[in-house]
T-cell receptor, first 116, second 109 residues
Framework: IAGITQAPTSQILAAGRRMTLRCTQD?????MYWYRQDLGLGLRLIHY???????GKGEVPDGYSVSRANTDDFPLTLASAVPSQTSVYFC???????????????FGPGTRLTVL | GQNIDQPTEMTATEGAIVQINCTYQ??????LFWYQQHAGEAPTFLSY??LDGLEEKGRFSSFLSRSKGYSYLLLKELQMKDSASYLC??????????WGAGTKLIIKP
């Protein structure tokens, strides 16, 4: 693989079910991110991880959890899905820059999730 | 609060030039990115500005004025494939990214 992959591509889920969205990168980037994108709104950060073993909350973390056991994988779990979590989910990664900030983010193809 | 403003939609003609403006109010500043996103696809990186001035990359240029909290993306010699949304993104003092809602650019023949 090259870049970032996400699975599944799309999913229809019954409310109340548990779901894990998978994300894997092979660029050895230290930082990874999960966003949701809804019509008319900018990308909103759900959770992030600056390095393996650490995670942080973004703008809209409620109802979602993440883990970062290694550099490559960053799964996003919806413990009990609700219709308001219907969205397109993007995983991204970036490498920390020399100045302390982060370079541009590379995005996976996205997962379209519908919660009924 | 932190805010990014950019027009919702713009229309331009194939072969022409278009300028997409972005104004921002954020807690500190560590750079501004522009991304392109075609419908149904993931965003892809276009440019990064951290110092005032113009950065040119082929048909695309990006300008930044930190004192004015202002940037623009200039697209020259427009092609039909440039029809996409263009996202303005600011990195604040905590290195968090603040994403604009995007400008949908429609190119007409």
């Amino acid at each position: 693989i090259a870049g970032i992959t996400q699975a599944p591509t799309s999913q229809i889920l019954a409310a109340g079910r548990r779901m894990t969205l998978r994300c894997t990168q092979d660029m050895r980037h230290n930082a990874m991110y999960w966003y949701r994108q809804d019509l008319g709104l900018g990308l909103r950060l759900i959770h992030y991880s600056n390095t393996a073993g650490t995670t942080g909350k973004g703008e809209v973390p409620d109802g979602y959890s993440v883990s970062r056991a290694n550099t490559d994988d960053f799964p996003l779990t919806l413990a009990s899905a609700v219709p308001s979590q219907t969205s397109v989910y993007f995983c991204a990664s970036s490498q920390k820059g020399t100045g302390g900030g982060y370079n541009e983010q590379f995005f996976g193809p996205g997962t379209r999730l519908t919660v009924l | 609060g932190q805010n990014i403003d950019q027009p919702t939609e713009m229309t331009a003609t194939e072969g022409a030039i278009v300028q997409i403006n972005c104004t921002y109010q954020t807690s500190g500043f560590n750079g501004l990115f522009w991304y392109q996103q075609h419908a149904g696809e993931a965003p892809t990186f276009l440019s990064y500005n951290v110092l005032d001035g113009l950065e040119e990359k082929g048909r695309f240029s990006s300008f930044l004025s930190r004192s004015k909290g202002y940037s623009y993306l200039l697209l020259k010699e427009l092609q039909m494939k440039d029809s996409a949304s263009y996202l303005c993104v600011v990195m604040d003092s905590n290195y968090q990214l603040i994403w604009g809602a995007g400008t949908k650019l429609i190119i007409k023949p």
